[in-house]
């Protein structure tokens, strides 16, 4: 008789054992989860153009409420906040899918959309360095997704649930502050600070329970990702009036895609294959350091506004 070994042996599956999600790393996920991401990003990237049409629309007169009443009646701009919440929708699968780390960084290809689209309708000239960053993006992605291991499958727990609020109340905190400053340091800080709370959305996508209604009413997942939206946009917001537009988006690019990193490989279980890791962060900081040159284009004001006018003769 032939002993069969106490860990081979068939068990009958248990609750536990169906409830507790296998994770894979097969290829039809990856290419499912890329694919929504770029999707996702082509969406936001055309998001910003339209925002950007109806922001040139109205007068500047900063972040009032007079502004966000003009900017709501803008067809461009209601069109580009539909864009954004179907692009978040694709977002939502690409981050259940795949690693943050390539969810994220498939997302920044939103800054190369927007660009070609300057391109063509607000007649930007791109340089060469900025055509190399492009390319370099689509290098990037290509080393991510071969170095992509399985997908974490970890959901809400309440440490994690208390980390996130944690941390949407240091964002309003900083936030606070740096509102009583002026210029390209108090922008990049709140930059920061908008992309820690768009960070957080990401997490608490991959947090979230089944999609069931009841569910997800009684997560707190589902409301620290509507509060981290929400506070996100509007200290954004807040960066572009202070100060220069790529101070403000370089530090909300690089935060929204470098936090979800860390955080799904050190807490979420996301994985990098075995061997691979090298190749993971070559393609993570091309990404990120073409997303870096790309960033002018994200901003919704024009150029112009991020220097002073020079004050015409006679003026008092």
Known sequence: ????????????????????????????????????????????????????????????????????????????????????????????????????????????????????????????????????????????????????????TERATPALTITLFAVLAAIVVVAFFATRFDGSVAAAVLGLAGGMGYAVVAIASRLLPDFVIGDLVTSAATYAL????????????????????????????STQTVAPTIAGVAFLGDEVRSGFWPVAILGFLLTAAAAAVLVRFEGVQDPARDVEEPVSEGTP
Not at 44 to 68: C, H, K, M, N, S
Not at 131 to 145: E, M, N, P, T
Not at 226 to 253: D, E, H, K
């Open 226 to 253: 509507v509060l981290s939206g929400v506070l996100a946009f509007f200290i954004y917001s807040l960066a572009l009036q202070r100060g220069s537009v790529t101070a403000a988006t370089t530090a909300l690019i």
């Open 1 to 152: 008789m032939v002993r069969v070994p106490l860990d081979r042996r068939i068990r009958p599956a248990t609750r536990g054992d169906r409830a507790r999600p296998i994770p894979t790393c097969d290829n039809a996920g990856v290419l499912l989860g890329l694919g929504s991401a770029l999707i996702a990003a082509v969406m936001y990237g055309v998001a910003a153009i339209l925002q950007a049409f109806a922001a040139r629309e109205i007068p500047d007169r900063g972040l009032t409420a007079r502004t966000a009443a003009d900017l709501l009646r803008r067809p461009l701009l209601l069109g580009a906040i539909v864009l954004m919440l179907c692009g978040y929708g694709f977002h939502l699968l690409a981050v259940r899918e795949v690693p943050l780390f390539l969810a994220q960084t498939g997302i920044a290809m939103s800054l190369v959309v927007t660009a070609l689209l300057a391109v063509r309708y607000f007649g930007d000239a791109l340089s060469r360095l900025e055509w190399g960053a492009i390319a370099a993006v689509v290098v990037g992605l290509i080393l991510l997704s071969s170095a992509a291991g399985d997908t974490g």
